[in-house]
Structures are given as C-alpha cells and as structure tokens.
C-alpha cells in the first residue's frame, strides 16, 4: 500500500512540476512573441512593396515595385505623423479623418518605414469581429491561446468566449509588454488600426469601437502606447467624440492648388521625362476638372494623355452618384418608394449645395484653389428632412463630413457633377414630380377607408371622432337617403 501510494504521488507530482512549468513557459513565450512582433521590420511593409536603396544625395527613399519613388508628394502632415510613429510625441492617441484618397495609409506606412517598423504594428479593421480578431492576433503574433497544450496535463485553457473578450485578453499580454518597453526604453508602442470606418455602427461594432477606446484612453495616460485610428467616415469620430479626453484629431484634406501643380510637374518631369515639362495651361486645367485629390492626381500624373483621364474621372464620378442616387420621376412604382426617399434625398441637398455655391461670393482662390459649398450637418438633415440618411451618403462617397461636422460634395469631380445634373432641362420639375409622387403614396398609406353596413333607411347618423388619448375632436353626421324606387313604393 505505502509502495503503490508513493507510485501514485510521485505520478501526480511530476504531472503537476511539468504541468506548471508548461504553463510558465507558454506565458514567457506568448510575451516573448508579442515582443517580437514590435521588433524592425512589419509585414504590412513587406505586402506594401515597400524597400530601401540609397538616393543620390546619400540617405535613402521609398520605392515600389516600378523602381519609382513611391511618396512623391511631401504632405505637411508628414512630420507631425513621423513623430508620432517615432514615439516623440506621447500622452495621446491619434484621429486621422479624410476623404477616400487623400493619402493617410501612405504617410503612416512611409512614417513606419522610416523607422523600419521598430515599435509599431499595424492592421486592417474588419465589419466582422472575428476577422477583426484574427486580424489582431496576426498583428501582434498573439495565438489566443489556440496553440496551448495545457489538457495534456489536465489543465483547463481559457474558456471560449467571444471576439470581444479574446480581443482584451490580447490586450492584457500587450499591456504587460508595453509596461517592460516603457520601463526599458522610455518611448511607448504604436498601434495603428486602419480603415476604422469599416466597423458596423451597430451593437457589436459600437462594443468593439467603445473597447479600444478605453484602452487607448488609459495606455495614453501611461505613457504606455499610442493607438492611431484611420477612418475615411465622419461617424467613428462621433462615437469617440463622447468619451474622448485625450483623442487629437488630424483632418487629412486635399492638397492645396500650388503644391498639387507642383507635384503634377515634378512627377512628369522626373518620371516621364518631360522636359521642360508639362504646360502650367494644362497642369491648371487638371486641377480645375479633378482638384487636390491625391489618388486622382496620381492617375492623372502616370496617364500619357492628363486630360483625357481627367475627364474620365469626372464622368466616373458622375456615374457613380447617379448610378446610386437618380430618381425616377411621378411614374415610379409604389415598391421602390424606401430607395426613393433614399434618392430624392440626396438629389435635394446637391441641389442645395448648387444654389449655396451661386450665392457664394467667391468658389476659386488663387492660392487655396477650389471652394467647395458646405453647410452644416444639422442644417443638411434640415434640408432633406431626414437624419439618417447623411451617414450612408458619406460611406458611398458622395458627400462628406469633417470633423468640423461641415457638409460638402465628397470631391472636387463630384461637384462638378452636382452642377452638371442640377443644370439638365427639367430637372428642377422632375424632382418635384418625384418629391410629389413620394408624397402621394405616403398619405395613400396614411388613408383608411371607413365602410358602414346595414343603416335604416332615411335615417341620420353622428359619427364623433377623438384621438388616441380619448379627447373629442370633430363630428360627421351621416345621412341615408332611400333609392328612387324606394321612395315611389312609400309614397303609393
């Protein structure tokens, strides 16, 4: 008994010494890998083909794949970016907020670059939690413990839970680690989250935006790590905006008129080898039709012929309001009337913008380049009578908020368009007829019709009507009149 009791100890022990050591081992090697994963080199660098070769004047600059400077146009905002990715500036978490194409990845992957992604770690936002999750495990090289082994000693792993929990239990391990770095280094982590505008303004979505929030807020009070979120929508700001005290805010805009001639110049004399390169006529003449728009310029900058492109981007543009936005006139079918409020109310705020522009005293300035109308958020739900349509209007890319909270056309082509549409023979009539039609199959769906059965025949009947709370309104006195023929059998 005393010998099988040892056997049975001993057993028990040594399960138990290699079970705990495993676990103290895993938990070293889960920091140890997402220390690893802030160390130089990213692989968001490597899927944007970004590489390193000495320039002429000795130090280095970025290049894709085409041997091609990648970043040829020098955005202000640079520096402020750089040093923030550096960890120069610190006790904040960042707001980047810009159209669709105004460059905001390209100077957080640049800034990254820099510094060969030493401290920094950067992923892709997903509507989907789960993606989001994995995607946030492969960022920081964090497995949730799915690679845990701890049953083969009888130790229970983490319980499933959901997203949303794996993601703070991700969390809680950078933590730890940013708590050593700081300690170590001085400087914090970067956490970049991109496109934050493709997380669902619903329930889970909101939970998982309110989440990295309150981590931001206390890692930026520590000193411990600096999240920037990049978002193109105005609606990820104001759902921050409510809990925010150390957010900044960094508006990315379009450039500006003489550094987008510039940067038109520069690449087609450098690249294309125009020499003494391209007429300021023409460079002036893009600008006018596709604005300080960076991803428009770039195509414009590597097309051979500038200004066809530059009208193909307008035309594309276009197409793509009206492709989502045209209204169908007083012969519209009753079914289609949700997607017609939808429309009609997009045709009325260009329409306004139009009109704003006309009363404006100026729309171009020589140095700033392209006015575009705007008016305020409260006052464009004003104008289309509806307040929650302008949140889907600026996710498809036909207008825009700032952090302002200012309306405006999404892009300089898109104006044009407004203008265009808003200038058609008829159209000011055909939106009416529209908003009519619109009308009339609400209140057909607001009548009901009252049947009465079986009165006595040249009597009178009071009908009282009230409302919903009981209180009397008007009265209606129905009468029966006989039929004629009725009226000559009483009469005989």
């Known amino acids: ?29 889960v920091l140890k890998k997402i220390e690893h994963a802030f160390e130089p080199g990213d692989p968001v660098l490597d899927l944007a083909a970004v590489a390193k070769q000495s320039s002429p004047s000795g130090g280095e600059e970025l290049v894709d794949d085409d041997g091609l400077r990648q970043h040829w146009v020098l955005r202000e905002e640079q520096a402020t970016i750089d040093a923030i990715v550096s960890g120069k500036l610190k006790g904040q978490y960042y707001l980047l907020v810009g159209e669709k194409g105004t460059g905001k990845s390209s100077m957080l992957i640049d800034a990254m670059a820099k510094i060969d992604g030493e401290g920094c770690s950067m992923l892709e936002a997903h509507a989907n939690p789960e993606i989001f999750r994995i995607r946030l495990g492969k960022a920081l090289d964090f497995e949730f413990h799915e690679d845990n082994i701890g049953s083969l000693f009888s130790i229970r792993g983490p319980r499933d839970a959901s997203a949303l929990l794996d993601v703070e239990r991700a969390f809680n391990k950078l933590e730890k680690v940013a708590l050593k770095r700081r300690n170590e280094i001085g400087r914090p982590l970067i956490l970049i989250i991109n496109s934050t505008h493709l997380l669902r303004d619903d329930e889970p979505g909101r939970d998982l935006l ?10 930026a009070a520590g000193n411990l790590m600096t999240v920037i979120f990049n978002s193109d929508d105005y609606w990820v700001y104001e759902r921050l905006k409510q809990y925010a005290t150390r957010m900044h805010i960094l508006p990315i805009l379009d450039l500006s008129k003489p550094r987008a001639i510039e ?4 690449y087609r004399s450098t690249y294309k080898r125009e020499v003494p390169g391209p007429d300021s006529a023409l460079l002036e003449q893009v600008y006018d039709m596709v604005g300080g728009r960076l991803s428009f310029l770039a195509r414009v900058a590597k097309s051979p012929d500038m200004l066809k492109t530059s009208h193909d981007i307008c035309r594309m543009e276009k197409t793509w309001f009206l492709n989502k936005c045209w209204i169908l006139g007083s012969e519209m079918d009753d079914d289609v009337m949700d997607q017609q409020k939808y429309a009609a109310a997009a045709m009325v705020l260009a329409k306004a913008l139009v009109e704003r522009e006309k009363a404006m005293a100026s729309v171009y300035d020589p140095v700033q380049g392209h006015i575009l109308p705007q008016m305020s958020l409260h006052e464009a739900r004003q ?10 209007y600026d996710a498809i890319n036909v207008f825009t908020i700032d952090s302002s909270a200012m309306v405006r056309a999404d892009s300089v082509p898109m104006m044009r368009a407004f ?16 908003l009519t039609r619109i009308s009339d199959i609400e209140s057909l769906g607001r009548t009901r019709e009252l049947t009465i059965k079986d009165l006595w025949k040249g009597g009178q009947y009071r009908v ?6 009981g209180v009397a309104g008007g009265s209606l006195v129905l009468e029966v009149v006989p039929e004629e023929g009725e009226e000559e059998q009483h009469g005989g």
């Open 464 to 469: 009282q009507m009230a409302d919903a709370k």
């Open 263 to 266: 940067a038109l110049r520069k």
């Open 1 to 29: 008994m005393f010998e099988a009791a040892l056997t049975t100890f001993a057993s028990v022990g040594i399960l138990g010494a290699v079970g705990y050591g495993y676990t103290v081992y895993y938990k070293r090697m």
């Open 383 to 392: 104008v289309m009578t509806r307040a929650d349509f302008i949140q889907d």
């Open 419 to 434: 203008r265009e549409i808003c200038a058609e023979p008829g159209f000011g009539e055909f939106l009416e007829a529209t």
């Open 210 to 219: 309110e989440l990295l929030q309150q981590r931001a807020e206390a890692w």
